[in-house]
């Protein structure tokens, strides 16, 4: 399987898992949503923003345009329709991002700033790579808050998608 292959691939198992975990958080009412449970962006709705954020973020980075949020931790859309919308999009940039990049560049390095104003330089595979795996990990936390309200969670697991995806 060739880079870009591969990765359009994550990107279509990212939009799958993400309207997986929406359609169960849409069950949660707004109080819920918003209620500090001591995960490490203490609610559902910080959660769920910060992966938005850092999805941003990146792509800006990649991209050379688009929104660049401020910090990790802001929230970008206050109630859940909003970021649910938001985050529809946002994979539908990821998937086109997916599979619009050159073959070569999948090779490249990608020079950016951080947060912090300082400069790096990693492999450009390897940082699309931390971006699903960074939404991986978060939804992971989202998950268990969602099973913290009783709720049943979706399996999220990427094996399913490929089966389901036949």
Same mark, same amino acid.
């Given at each position: 399987?060739?880079? !870009?292959?591969?990765?359009?691939?994550? /990107?279509?198992?990212?939009?799958?898992?993400?309207?997986?975990?929406?359609?169960? /958080?849409?069950?949660?009412?707004?109080?819920?949503?918003?209620? +500090?449970?001591?995960?490490?962006?203490?609610?559902?709705?910080?959660?769920?923003?910060?992966?938005? =954020?850092?999805? !941003?973020?990146?792509?800006?980075?990649?991209?050379?345009?688009?929104?660049?949020?401020?910090?990790?931790?802001?929230?970008?859309?206050?109630?859940?329709?909003?970021? !649910?919308?938001?985050?529809? /999009?946002? +994979?539908?940039?990821?998937?086109?991002? =997916?599979?619009?990049?050159?073959?070569? *560049?999948?090779?490249?390095?990608?020079?950016? *700033?951080?947060?912090?104003?300082?400069?790096?330089?990693?492999?450009?595979?390897?940082?699309?790579?931390?971006?699903?795996?960074?939404?991986?990990?978060? !939804?992971?936390? =989202?998950?268990?808050?969602?099973?913290?309200?009783?709720?049943?969670?979706?399996?999220? +697991?990427?094996?399913?998608?490929?089966?389901?995806? *036949?």
């Amino acid at each position: 399987m060739d880079a !870009r292959s591969h990765f359009e691939t994550l /990107a279509r198992y990212n939009r799958w898992a993400n309207r997986q975990l929406c359609d169960v /958080a849409a069950q949660v009412s707004d109080a819920q949503y918003r209620e +500090d449970r001591g995960a490490f962006f203490g609610s559902l709705r910080g959660t769920l923003n910060h992966i938005l =954020a850092v999805d !941003r973020l990146w792509l800006e980075r990649i991209e050379g345009s688009g929104p660049k949020p401020s910090s990790l931790d802001g929230i970008l859309h206050d109630g859940f329709a909003g970021l !649910r919308a938001a985050r529809e /999009a946002e +994979d539908e940039r990821l998937l086109r991002v =997916a599979s619009q990049t050159p073959a070569e *560049r999948f090779g490249s390095t990608l020079a950016y *700033r951080s947060t912090e104003g300082e400069h790096y330089e990693l492999p450009f595979a390897q940082v699309l790579t931390h971006v699903f795996n960074h939404q991986t990990h978060h !939804r992971g936390q =989202a998950h268990t808050l969602l099973g913290q309200f009783g709720l049943k969670t979706p399996v999220l +697991d990427f094996v399913y998608f490929l089966l389901e995806s *036949r």
